[in-house]
Every structure is written in C-alpha cells, then in structure tokens.
C-alpha cells in the first residue's frame, strides 16, 4: 500500500542526524504505526511495517538493543530442550526463521557445529534420537544433520574438553546479536521508518478521531512532541509488566580455549543447561533460566552466576578456569509469558510469543526469542490489519529481505585492540552518523563487542572514543 496520506516520504531518513530525525517525526501531523521499544522485536516491527508501505515512527528509552536484544545466548536455534515440552510447534517455527535469518543476514550470521558429550551409548542414543526429530523438524530448513562421533572426532571439534567416550554432533547458528538489530535499524531507516533513540514515550489518550496520542520527550534536552497514531504497538520485553516471568542469563567470555565447535552440556548438577561457543575470537560459556522479580542491567555478571560457571564448565574441560581468565561477563533477562497455572520455575514457561490487543488501537508484543523476532514483528502487524486497527495493503515480505550491512563495524572486533587513532575516529564517526550512537557506552558495548569481549580494553579506549564523539555530536 501507499504511505498515509498525511506522510510525504521524502526517501530514506539514513544518515538523519539526532536533531533531523527529531524534526522529521514532527513534520507529520499522522502516522500509521508507533512502536514503544527498540529492541529486536520493536526493530523488526519497524521494518517489516515500512517494507509493506506504512509509516513508522519506533521511540526507545535507551540506546537500540540496549536490554536483552545485546545480551543474549549469540546462538541462532529452534529449541533442543523445547522439545522436552513437545512444543513441536514451537520448535519448527524457530527452525524456521533460524534459516531466515542465515540466509537475510550472513554479514552477521553463520550456522556452526555443536558437540554434545556423552559418557555413555545409551546417552547418546538418547540425544541422538532427539536430534534427529529436530532434523526433521527443521526440514528443508535444515543446516546440518546431525550424527554419532567418537572420542577422536570430538577432541578435533572441543579439544579443550576432558576425553569423552562418544558424542553426537548437530547443527544451529550463532550470531552477532547487537549488530544484527543495527542491521534491521538500518533497513528500517532505509525504507523510511524514523528511529529515535533515548526517547521515552507514553500514552496521552486518544484524539477526536480515535487515534492514539503518543508523548515523546527525549531524553538529552527533555524537548517533547505528542505524535498521533493509527496503530500503537508495545514491544518492551522483560519491561512489559505483569504480563511477562523474567529469566536471568549469566554469561562470561575468556581468551579462546579451543573451541572450533560449540559444546552443549544438556545436564548440569543442578539441572541447568550450559553451552560454550566459540564468539568473536573469543569463548563464551553462559546459562538461562534463574527466575528474577525484575531486571537489573549491570556491567558484569552476579558473582555467584560467575563462580558457578567457572566450576561448572571446568569440570567438563582438560584444564580448569579460573575468574583471571575472565575478560568480560554480562546478564540478559529473558522476557517469558507467564501463562495461568505456570509453575515458578522459567526453566518450564514457554517461549512462544503472544500478540495482544490492550487497547482499542494498541497491542502489546510479550515473549519470544531472538530467533523469532522477524516473525512476531509479522504477527503483530497481521494482527493490527485482523483487528481493523490498520488497512489491509502489502503482505509481509521480510522472508526475503537481505539486512543491510555496515561493513566498517560489522568487522570492526577483527582488529580489535589494534586500532589506530584514524581507524577509532572513523568508527565512531559511522556509529553516531549512521547507527544514531550517543555515548561512548553505546559504540564500545552495541555498535563494536569490546565491551563485551574484552571490558579492560574498552575501559582503556573509552577516553578516545570520548574525544571523537564531541567532534560529531557534542
């Protein structure tokens, strides 16, 4: 369909400085849709809206994929353990998008091996017999099919893990998760959706003519702006009230140990799962699944989070870790739906996604994952157009979208710590121009991993990111 009548699109708002973009959102006296959240799903809402012709306004509280949508496991999977809930469903779905993201986005996606160690035959049959459902749930989607192998193949694959009698290897993906949403920013923007980062926006009733009144003030000089809307749409995940059960992830990163493959480690003690992936030159090792009241966003990993990995995976390695070895830990919060009946514990919720409609002309996104974000954007919008809230027009075409790149950053961790002065000015340059960066924060942690890698060198570069910064934004 066309835009609406009331939006004049003068092309991509690529490239818009803060100031522009805060000027283009109020040149229009309408727009068809208002996305509160900037996180994965909020990104993918505003994409796939501005892909089928509507206009889009998305306002975020923070910096874009400042929650859980940086933060998360980095891997790209249907759900080995959902299967343990039989939600087929839930599972096939995820394969599913899990292909479409390695086909939309191979800048920043790649499928990968994972082992799983097995101490006994009739362990590995039992996780063999489950991987090949997930082959086959997977179908034509599939990266990989999964197989039995011995103890030689797994020391090629982890020779850092301890000698294992047999093994069964299968396949998923991992991704640069906070580059990915930049990728989805970009298309947006593109496409003419309008983004405005630290701009907290709240409901201010409806006007005469049923649309939604929404207030946004920015957050670096409290400038304010009422926006009217056809459609208002909430995808503020582990913010997203009583709605949502929220499950803390810890994760640390160390020097490479020596993985070329992921190791899975479906059994723990305490009967959590723990994973380790070979990331961004690094090794991440990272859990799911303790139950919190509420989010609490820290630059490191709780305490006992770390000790309990360290102990955890080092007994399942040659040689133990120790917390010297650590260069970077951080926590996610998965946002989970808490049905009626549900127990207290997460590891038990479902990860499925619901849409709903919390007002005449608002719907609320809960739950979900990563994997799936281009699918509950799709279903969020399908389900404005079922409820009348927005005209029918174009049909979803995300499927087949390939995300734009910015190449400069996407491999910018290659030469991490290398850096000259020139290269770092020219970083951050394409972070506040093209990705809408405003603190050194923001380029160190979300547009470049190096806090998240390696927190002692971000905390040495950050003075000169500092000094670049002003140059470009003040």
Known sequence: MQKSNNYKKAGSTQGLSRDQTWQALQEEPSWDICV???GATGLGIALDAAARGFSVVLAEAEDFASGASSRSSKMLHGGVRYLQQLDF?????????RATVLANAPHVARALSFVIPCETLAHAAFYGSGLKLYDLLAGRHNVGRSHYIPAIDINVQANALKASPHGIQYYDGIFDDARLAQSIALSARQRG???MNYCRAEMNGQADDGFDLVSLTRKDNSAQHTLRAR???????????????????????????????GVLLPKTPDGRVLYMLPWLGHTLIGTTDISVSCPDYSETAPQDDIDWLLRTSSQALKKPLYAAQITASFVGYRPLVRMPGAGKNSSQFSRAHLVERVAERTLRVVGGKWTTYRRMAQDALDVAIEHGILPKGKPCSTDQLNLSANPLLDNAWLTQGQWSDEQIQKIVKSAVQ???ACSAEDILYR???????????????KPKVEQFLKQFCG
């Open 231 to 261: 459609c208002t749409i909430f995808a503020t995940g582990a913010w997203s009230g009583e709605r949502v059960a929220i499950a803390r992830g810890s994760h640390i990163v160390l020097r490479d140990i020596g993985l070329s493959s």
């Open 193 to 195: 959706a309008v983004l």
């Open 447 to 461: 547009r470049l991993r190096t806090g998240f890698t390696d927190q002692s060198l971000a905390l040495k570069l």
């Open 36 to 38: 509160v959240g900037g």
């Open 434 to 436: 093209d990705e809408a």
């Open 89 to 97: 469903a839930l599972v096939k779905e995820a394969l599913h998008e």
